[in-house]
């Protein structure tokens, strides 16, 4: 099993930047690729970015250029830095993680970013 446990997330204004970090920890041993997703009310979940342990990362059209994942395994943890955040960003954003078949893969509780003036 992996526990994945988020922070950062908050209100921000337009145009700002949030950093959000996700820290795993259990059977790390498994974990492949990392990232992030998230969820606007009413709407699906949908991949924001993803990052496998040899740093191969992938984006969402809507972030490119904006978001940036990164990742420390020293330290099993995942970080998305957002900047020039949108009001369209709003949503909760839950950390991933998933095996290299494909077939384990463990979610975090969530985490609340607001963009809003």
């Known amino acids: 099993q992996v526990r994945l446990v988020e922070s950062g997330g908050g209100l921000v204004q337009p145009g700002g930047s949030l950093r959000l970090s996700c820290a795993a920890s259990g059977s790390i041993f498994s974990i492949y690729r990392m990232g992030w997703y998230r969820q606007a009310p009413g709407k699906q979940r949908e991949l924001v970015a993803t990052?496998?342990?040899?740093?191969?990362?992938n984006y969402a059209d809507s972030v490119k250029g904006r978001f940036t994942i990164s990742r420390d395994n020293a330290k099993n943890l995942v970080s998305l830095q957002m900047n020039s955040l949108k009001p369209e960003d709003t949503a909760v954003y839950y950390c991933?993680?998933?095996?290299?078949?494909?077939?384990?893969?463990?979610w975090g509780q969530g985490t609340q970013v607001t963009v809003s003036s």
């Open positions: 991933h993680a998933m095996s290299l078949s494909g077939r384990d893969d463990y």
């Open positions: 990052i496998t342990t040899d740093r191969s990362t």
